[in-house]
């Protein structure tokens, strides 16, 4: 009986020795399984920041994006709108030249009966033509000699546009009345 006991004794320690490692086991894979879902959770956390980061850097990108294109799209229509006004302004100004040379030129029209007045509108014009040259050249050598090209290029192109204005021809008349007189500025 007594070797029965110890037998049955030993039986239940077994028994137990080796449900308390099946429940140690059984432990540490919950805890490993714990651990590596913790760690995905993790994974997939900083995976949805990294995704939301980047998705607000590209909707920043498409902001600036749409204000450059806003911006250069008011400046482009800024300059177009000028230039209307300025291409209107010039169409203006080219028909009220027009019907000057017009009046210009009827009233430089040689009246019938007269034979000098071709003459004397040549020489009108030769006379014209010298005042126009005595003004221009006047400007040219008033100008400052420390000028840098770009300068005297601009001061020259204004001296041609005023003379114009003054003596009421076109620059294109000046150009040809400085060509004649092989003026190289």
């Not at 490993?32 to 959770?41: D, L, N, P, T, Y």
């Not at 291409?87 to 000057?100: E, G, R, S, W």
């Amino acid at each position: 009986m007594k070797k029965a006991l110890l037998a049955i004794f030993l039986l239940a320690v077994v028994v137990l020795v080796g449900y308390l490692q099946v429940v140690r086991q059984q432990d540490r894979l919950a805890g490993s399984f714990e651990a590596g879902r913790q760690s995905s959770v993790g994974e997939v956390y900083a995976a949805q920041l990294e995704a939301d980061s980047l998705r607000d850097q590209m909707a920043g990108k498409e902001l600036a994006f749409g204000d450059s294109l806003l911006r250069r799209d008011q400046t482009y229509r800024i300059t177009v709108d000028s230039l209307s006004g300025t291409i209107d302004t010039l169409q203006l100004q080219l028909a009220q030249m027009t019907k000057q040379l017009k009046a210009a030129k009827a009233a430089a029209k040689p009246k019938s009966g007269s034979g000098t007045a071709p003459a004397s509108t040549a020489a009108k014009t030769q006379s014209l033509n010298d005042q126009v040259l005595a003004y221009y050249n006047q400007r040219y050598r008033s100008l400052p000699k420390d000028l840098s090209s770009y300068e005297l290029t601009v001061a020259v192109n204004e001296i041609r546009e005023e003379t114009a204005k003054k003596f009421n021809i076109s620059v294109a008349d000046l150009n040809r009345i400085r060509s004649e007189n092989k003026l190289e500025f």
